[in-house]
């Protein structure tokens, strides 16, 4: 899973969300399929807190074909976890759980 968040000081009615999350499917030694989904919606799906660039937890409510929400949380000196009911709606498979314990996560928060 990914989640950015692009936003303006100066533009803020401009500040957008992206969501982006991809499945490897291993079938054998010589065929790999990659099956991705992707979605933008506006800032508000994107909410983060924290002090300076350090993010303590950022909750996220991606639209279609994403349901759900999701909450990454961090405390100092531990590794951060997702949680919540996000799944990803992804071509030719079910319905793709997208946060709990095992899932690692990369967050990226842009701004000007």
């Not at 950015?4 to 399929?33: C, I, N, T, W």
């Not at 991705?36 to 909410?47: L, N, T, V």
Request: charged share 20%; hydrophobic share 40%; no cysteine.
């Amino acid at each position: 899973m990914t989640a950015l968040q692009v936003a303006s000081k100066v533009h803020p009615a401009r500040e957008l969300s992206f969501f982006g999350a991809s499945v490897l499917e291993s079938q054998g030694r010589r065929l790999s399929v990659i099956r991705s989904i992707s979605a933008s919606g506006k800032g508000g799906a994107f909410a983060s807190t924290g002090q300076g660039d350090h993010i303590t937890s950022v909750n996220i409510a991606p639209p279609a074909p994403f349901e759900g929400t999701a909450t990454f949380e961090r405390t100092k000196g531990q590794k951060g976890t997702w949680s919540g009911s996000l799944t990803g709606d992804f071509p030719g498979w079910d319905d793709v759980v997208l946060a709990g314990p095992e899932f690692s996560a990369k967050i990226l928060k842009l701004g000007g």
